[in-house]
Antibody, heavy 120, light 110 residues
Framework: EVQLVQSGAEVRKPGESLKISCKGS????????VGWVRQMPGKGLEWMGI????????RYSPSFQGQVTISADMSIGTAFLEWDSLKPSDTAIYYC?????????????WGQGTLVTVSS | QSVLTQPPSVSAAPGQKVTISCSGS????????VSWYQQVPGTAPRLLIY???KRPSGIPDRFSGSKSGTSATLGITGLQTGDEADYYC???????????FGGGTKLTVL
């Protein structure tokens, strides 16, 4: 069974750093892309970026380029989303999702989401 | 402001049919496959339709998708109260080399 299991909810202060994770199982982790999607409170889905664990190739939406870092560790079957300096506007639920090779393929399996709260 | 435009809300009675539109451009919908996702409040999104009109295993045939030019449509027949959710279209945008989603449509089954 394909599963993406995300790390738990986080509370941070503005300016702090954070790294959240997404562990894949039930499939060949290094042969599928893993993407990250933001959902701000009461808002819609936003495509942030995607990483191919096989060679760490990473693509970002222009809106998120330079704002976050997406990475993956193939040896532990885990993808990461990282911030150097959080802002209150980063408060959101972040989902990871799996995508087959090919830009137009969909996100077919999703993690349960990680709630990130940034508040002083 | 989302790259793909969806109506904020639609509604219909149980047993009826509803359609949800998704409007884009030549850099996204016109030249790439469209997917549709269902998100029940408080849960993660779920893939409903991919490659414009294909259903993943386990998705009932009450859900259908189509595409024409720069627009795509999700259809749901035989509406059930369990279909109440937010629905999102998504595709690849070749001009920004990134995926994009619509703003989402809230379905109410009256």
């Amino acid at each position: 069974e394909v599963q993406l299991v995300q790390s738990g909810a986080e509370v941070r202060k503005p300016g702090e750093s954070l790294k959240i994770s997404c562990k894949g199982s039930g499939y060949n982790f290094f042969t599928y892309w893993v993407g990250w999607v933001r959902q701000m409170p009461g808002k819609g889905l936003e495509w942030m970026g995607i990483v191919y664990p096989g060679d760490s190739d990473t693509r970002y939406s222009p809106s998120f380029q330079g704002q976050v870092t997406i990475s993956a560790d193939m040896s532990i079957g885990t993808a990461f989303l990282e911030w150097d300096s959080l802002k209150p506007s980063d408060t959101a639920i972040y989902y990871c999702a799996r995508r087959a090779v090919g830009a137009t393929n969909p996100f077919d399996y999703w993690g349960q989401g990680t709630l990130v709260t940034v508040s002083s | 402001q989302s790259v793909l435009t969806q109506p904020p809300s639609v509604s219909a009675a149980p047993g009826q049919k509803v359609t949800i539109s998704c409007s884009g451009s030549s850099s996204n919908i016109a030249n790439n496959y469209v997917s549709w996702y269902q998100q029940v409040p408080g849960t993660a999104p779920r893939l409903l339709i991919y490659d414009n009109n294909k259903r993943p295993s386990g998705i009932p045939d009450r859900f259908s998708g189509s595409k024409s030019g720069t627009s795509a449509t999700l259809g749901i027949t035989g509406l059930q109260t369990g279909d109440e959710a937010d629905y999102y279209c998504g595709t690849w945008d070749s001009s920004v080399h990134a995926g994009v989603f619509g703003g989402g449509t809230k379905l109410t089954v009256l």
